[in-house]
């Protein structure tokens, strides 16, 4: 399962109300934090976060996929975004 994918089902997730929200993927450890909505949020590896999604997959939950996804991935920039420019006449783009 490719990155693009689990970001997309732990979003959908998220929307659903499954989770209070997530991060990830951790490059160095290849992990994603994990906010279950009725748990403490926990570091999980990925071979355990695959799992999860399957489960949602079989539980029904469909993926939400952006249109644009971040282009490099790294430390995030002093503006929130992950190796990207802000979108056109956002507060971040008129700040640099």
Not at 17 to 30: F, V
Not at 45 to 73: H, K, M, N, W
């Amino acid at each position: 399962m490719t990155d693009r994918h689990i970001r997309a089902m732990l979003r959908s997730a998220t929307a659903a109300k499954i989770l209070n929200g997530w991060q990830g993927p951790h490059l160095l450890e290849r992990s994603y934090c994990i906010a279950p909505r009725n748990a403490a949020a926990a570091e999980r590896p990925l071979a355990d976060v695959i799992s999860y999604c399957e489960s949602l997959a079989t539980a029904g939950i469909q993926p939400l996929f952006r249109e644009s996804e971040p282009l490099i991935y790294g430390v995030e920039s002093s503006h929130g975004h992950l190796g990207r420019r802000p979108p056109p006449g956002s507060r971040a783009a008129r700040d640099l």
